[in-house]
């Protein structure tokens, strides 16, 4: 991995640069024992597509024949949840 590593801020210059993305993805759990329940670690690679007030949307895939609202394949991550940015 190149370049800076963030953990609080996201910056808007990245938008439309390829970035890994560490975070914390909610879980579920049933009839399990509490000590074992706990968010599940996670890694996105992708194009950071946008920096919202909440949350970031990261695309993995799109289709540029629509070029006034694109049609893509997308995750978008609570700010919260990030644990880690970089660009790669």
Request: hydrophobic share 35%; net charge positive.
């Amino acid at each position: 991995m190149g370049g800076k590593v963030y953990k609080k801020r996201i910056p808007k210059c990245w938008i439309g640069t390829r970035v890994e993305v560490q975070w914390l993805d909610t879980a579920g759990y049933v009839q399990s024992e509490l000590s074992k329940v706990k968010p599940c670690p996670c890694i996105t690679n992708g194009i950071l597509m946008a920096v919202k007030d909440d949350y970031i949307i990261m695309c993995s895939g799109h289709y540029p024949e629509y070029e006034k609202d694109p049609i893509v394949d997308a995750t978008a991550i609570t700010k919260g949840c990030v644990t880690r940015i970089s660009q790669v």
